[in-house]
């Protein structure tokens, strides 16, 4: 059994910074990857940041200069500093960790609220 604990959404005025966090713990044989995704209402959940194991990430193209993800491997941890961000950037925020020897997990989302 896998699990994962987000922290760190809130409230913040536009231009401001937040920082997720998400700790993995249990099962975990083989990951592969970990990210964030988030989705807001009425629209499709969609993937903000993604750390592969071989070192390489992605990124969405409308957080790319504004968010960074970071990933400590030994500790299962995965964070996303996001600066600058934006009212669009308003959303549940999830983790996501993917192991190659038994598929995807998800936390249960912290919420991100960006507004004057």
């Known amino acids: 059994q896998v699990h994962i604990v987000e922290s760190g959404g809130g409230l913040v005025q536009p231009g401001g910074s937040l920082r997720l966090s998400c700790a993995a713990s249990?099962?975990?044989?083989?990951?592969?990857?970990m990210g964030w995704y988030r989705q807001a209402p009425g629209l499709q959940r969609e993937l903000v940041a993604r750390?592969?194991?071989?070192?390489?990430?992605n990124y969405a193209d409308s957080v790319k200069g504004r968010f960074t993800i970071s990933r400590e491997n030994a500790k299962n941890t995965v964070t996303l500093q996001m600066n600058s961000l934006k009212p669009e950037d308003t959303a549940v925020y999830y983790c996501?960790?993917?192991?190659?020897?038994?598929?995807?997990?998800w936390g249960q989302g912290t919420q991100v609220t960006v507004s004057s």
């Open positions: 996501n960790i993917i192991t190659v020897a038994s598929g995807s997990y």
């Open positions: 249990g099962s975990i044989f083989r990951l592969s990857a």
């Open positions: 750390s592969i194991t071989d070192g390489s990430t």
